[in-house]
């Protein structure tokens, strides 16, 4: 369904993403992990098309993904709910928003009821909602534009973890009445653990590592992915430390082939 084509990423000379390739199927529920840094967000922005890689390219269904000439297909949720709507606005106005065509007040009001919230919010602004019930209404939002592909970039983080744990079967629960795909943005090891089908690791703007085998902590070997995990249970390395461990095993792996 989506396929990155070897992204790269450069900003003021810098590089912030480095051949980053990977594909994603219709219905699959993904994680992209990584330390705060490591070009997650990024990476979601040139997804979304907000961004424009300096070098690679998106597909969707095959073909280069172009908001304008497309529509939004792939559409993100982010962490902030708070920042992510007019604080002016009603749970109404905000959830009409981007609709560019008349919506039916009973669409509105079956997306409020998928979320577990009901019509007596309709009036409410931001500042009358909690940070898990604005989540709600961001993911509502997100569903009443159809998109294919739902992107949370660290949109379930800092939320307590009742809410979060709550809005993770709500999302999972939506999946299958909606036949949606997602992307999910993290650093939380646990997070990714408990929905996705599969995890991409980030370290310094490039993919590392894939975990397709939650038999934890067993098939977890890469220095990244590892301290991921220990980061969950235990004080993480320095990330002066972690550099010095992935050029070491970098290192091994070329000399073991022969490059």
Same mark, same amino acid.
């Given at each position: 369904?989506? #396929? !990155?084509?070897? @992204?790269?990423?450069?900003?003021? %000379?810098? #590089? ?7 594909? @994603?199927? /219709? ?33 969707? =269904? ?33 959830? !009409? #928003? ?8 009973? #669409? ?15 009036? /409410? ?8 019930? $604005?989540?709600? @209404? ?24 009742? @809410? +979060?744990? +709550? ?5 999972? =629960? ?16 646990? $997070?990714?653990?408990?929905? !996705? ?7 310094? %703007? ?6 397709? =085998? ?25 990330? !002066? ?12 792996? +070329?000399?073991?082939? %022969?490059?």
């Amino acid at each position: 369904m989506i #396929e !990155c084509q070897h @992204i790269y990423k450069s900003f003021q %000379g810098k #590089e912030i993403l480095k051949d980053c390739h990977f594909h @994603i199927k /219709k219905g699959e529920i993904i994680g992209i992990m990584g330390e705060s840094g490591s070009g997650k967000s990024t990476l979601a922005k040139i997804l979304i098309g907000l961004e424009k890689a300096t070098k690679g390219q998106v597909l969707l =269904d095959g073909k280069p993904y172009c908001v304008k000439k497309d529509g939004v297909r792939i559409l993100l949720v982010f962490q902030d709910a708070f920042h992510a709507v007019n604080p002016l606005f009603t749970v109404k106005q905000i959830l !009409c #928003e981007a609709l560019k065509e008349t919506i039916q007040m009973e #669409e509105i009001s079956a997306i409020l009821k998928d979320v577990g919230l009901d019509d007596t919010y309709l009036e /409410k602004t931001s500042k009358e909602l909690s940070g898990g019930q $604005l989540q709600r @209404i961001c993911i509502a939002r997100a569903l009443l534009l159809k998109p294919d592909v739902i992107i949370f970039d660290e949109a379930l983080s800092g939320l307590d973890p009742l @809410i +979060q744990g +709550q809005l993770l079967k709500l999302l999972y =629960d939506l999946k299958a009445r909606y036949n949606q795909t997602y992307v999910f943005i993290s650093h939380d090891f646990n $997070l990714c653990y408990a929905i !996705c089908h599969r995890v991409l690791v980030m370290f310094e %703007g490039e993919i590392v590592d894939e975990i397709n =085998d939650f038999n934890i902590p067993m098939n977890v070997t890469h220095p990244v992915t590892q301290n991921l995990l220990k980061e969950s249970q235990n004080p993480k390395y320095s990330k !002066c430390q972690l550099r010095k461990i992935v050029v070491k095993l970098e290192s091994q792996r +070329q000399n073991m082939n %022969g490059e």
